[in-house]
Nanobody, 123 residues
C-alpha cells in the first residue's frame, strides 16, 4: 500500500504564491504518475497537474502558465508551485499517484490519494 503525505497549503492573498509538496511512502520503484487534483466547495474533484515518472507534465487549462509541477530529488516526491493565485483556486488539493503493473496477461492500475490540504485565496 502506498501512502501519500502532503505539506504546504494555507491562506494567501490574490496574486500570491504557495507551494505544495507530496511524498510517497515507497521508493523502491518509480510511480508511473504523480500529481494534484483539487475540489472546490460544491464541486467535483478536478485534475490540476500531473507528472509522469519519465518527466512529462500535464496541466489543466485553468492553471497553465501559473502553476508548475516538478519532481523532487528524492524518488516519488512531487511539488506544485502555484503563482498568481486567484480566488477560484480555492479548494482542497489532493496529492495523487498512479502505479501500473503489467504481466503478459493483464494490466492493472492502482490509484492512491493523499488526505488533502486546504488552499484558500482571499483578501
Amino acid at each position: 500500500q502506498v501512502q501519500l503525505v502532503e505539506s504546504g497549503g494555507g491562506l494567501v492573498q490574490p496574486g500570491g504564491s504557495l507551494r505544495l509538496s507530496c511524498r510517497a511512502s515507497v521508493t523502491s520503484f518509480c510511480l508511473d504518475n504523480m500529481g494534484w487534483y483539487r475540489q472546490g466547495p460544491g464541486s467535483q474533484r478536478d485534475l490540476v497537474a500531473t507528472l509522469t515518472c519519465g518527466g512529462s507534465p500535464y496541466y489543466a487549462d485553468s492553471v497553465k502558465g501559473r502553476f508548475t509541477i516538478s519532481r523532487g530529488d528524492a524518488r516519488n516526491t512531487v511539488a506544485l508551485q502555484m503563482n498568481s493565485l486567484k480566488a477560484e483556486d480555492t479548494a482542497v488539493y489532493y496529492c495523487y499517484a498512479l502505479r501500473i503493473t503489467t504481466t503478459p496477461s493483464e494490466r492493472r492500475e492502482y490509484d492512491y490519494w493523499g488526505q488533502g490540504t486546504q488552499v484558500t485565496v482571499s483578501s
